[in-house]
């Protein structure tokens, strides 16, 4: 039986792929070491191989190309969704802050909801603290984001969300809380907005204010006020939470960007349309937190560094961290384990 992937105790990973009849296998990957994939080397049984590391604890995704087509690894269960494409997953463990613990566990559940905004089904993930189908307490409710290909499955595959959840509320270092973790695309496209959307629809925000959030806070068990509702997204989930939670101040309470900036036409525009709620001095006091996270090679950093200039004119005062690395899970993994914990203190 061909194992793959194998996490060997040194932190390497070999993965296997039984093609006999294949010409060229080889490992496509993003986060992982050797970006683009190494060449797979094929056995006198017909299995391929290639082994890479050692690989800093995290989740990865990964696909094999077999004479130029992307396929997934037959041998491994685990996959990672994302907008229009599906990958394979393998969890290198030793971080303790995404191990899966021996600590209480909530829940992750795939909720699929009807959106008049868009006229059709739509779905979302919810993560649901330890001990909430048992209670009959209401909690504070995070709206977590995902970036630009990305779907609503992707935080917490890749992402490990509810792992990571579950550790801090354990150890104590965060409050217990929904986390609602929608699909930031509206079609099968990159694109922010959907097709015949025009430039001056946005659907997701659509779809967030009049289908999501009433959708939450009519089905579950949650405090729906600014004090109890926090936002935060990467990368393109990043512009939402910006689009959004400055459009709709008076809602949220904590605001997290990670990796990201104002997107389109600059900062003069974004500020121009909202400039009610930027200018409102009574809404900035109940801003408890605006805290923008971004790796010093990511290609965002400008777009980081522009938007907190802009925001601190207006009289914000935003926390900005730059960490190392850049735009990649292993940056956004961490950023919500030092995010979670500033929420509704």
């Known amino acids: 039986?061909?194992?793959?992937?194998?996490?060997?105790?040194?932190?390497?990973?070999?993965?296997?792929?039984?093609?006999?009849?294949?010409?060229?296998?080889?490992?496509?990957?993003?986060?992982?070491?050797?970006?683009?994939?190494?060449?797979?080397?094929?056995?006198?049984?017909?299995?391929?191989?290639v082994s890479v590391g050692p690989v800093e604890p995290g989740a990865y995704r990964y696909t094999f190309t077999v004479n130029g087509?992307?396929?997934?690894?037959?041998?491994?269960?685990?996959?990672?969704?994302?907008?229009?494409?599906?990958?394979?997953?393998?969890?290198?463990?030793?971080?303790?802050?995404?191990?899966?613990?021996?600590?209480?566990?909530?829940?992750?559940?795939?909720?699929?909801?009807?959106?008049?905004?868009?006229?059709r089904n739509r779905r979302m993930h919810i993560y649901t603290p330890p001990g909430y189908e048992a209670g009959q307490e209401k909690y504070p409710v995070f709206y977590l984001l995902h970036g630009a290909g990305d779907?609503?499955?992707?935080?917490?595959?890749?992402?490990?969300?509810?792992?990571?959840m579950d550790n801090l509320i354990a150890a104590g270092k965060a409050k217990p809380m929904l986390v609602v973790m929608p699909a930031g695309h509206t079609s099968a496209g990159f694109g922010m907005r959907g097709p015949g959307g025009g430039p001056s629809r946005d659907e997701f925000a659509e779809d967030f204010v009049n289908d999501i959030m009433p959708h939450v806070e009519s089905h579950y068990r949650v405090l729906a006020d600014r004090p109890h509702r926090a936002m935060a997204g990467l990368s393109m989930g990043g512009g939402q939470t910006l689009g959004i939670g400055f459009s709709h101040l008076d809602k949220f309470g904590y605001l997290g960007i990670f990796s990201s900036g104002i997107f389109g036409n600059g900062t003069a525009a974004w500020e121009e349309q909202r400039q009610t709620m930027l200018d409102d001095a009574s809404l900035k006091d109940g801003l408890k937190v605006l805290w923008f996270a971004t790796g010093s090679e990511d290609f965002l950093i400008q777009s980081t560094k522009n938007t907190i200039g802009a925001l601190q004119k207006r009289g914000f005062k935003p926390v900005c961290k730059e960490t190392s690395g850049g735009h990649t899970w292993i940056n956004w993994r961490n950023y919500l384990h030092e995010f979670a914990p500033m929420l509704f203190q």
């Open 69 to 119: 087509v992307q396929v997934l690894d037959p041998r491994n269960t685990l996959t990672s969704e994302s907008n229009a494409t599906v990958h394979s997953l393998v969890y290198v463990p030793g971080a303790e802050f995404m191990d899966a613990n021996k600590v209480p566990h909530g829940a992750v559940a795939s909720i699929l909801y009807f959106s008049k905004s868009l006229d």
């Open 1 to 49: 039986m061909v194992l793959s992937p194998e996490v060997r105790a040194d932190r390497k990973v070999v993965f296997r792929l039984l093609a006999p009849q294949a010409e060229s296998v080889a490992l496509r990957t993003t986060d992982l070491p050797a970006p683009g994939g190494p060449q797979m080397s094929k056995g006198e049984n017909g299995v391929w191989e």
């Open 151 to 164: 779907c609503d499955d992707s935080w917490t595959t890749v992402g490990r969300a509810g792992l990571i």
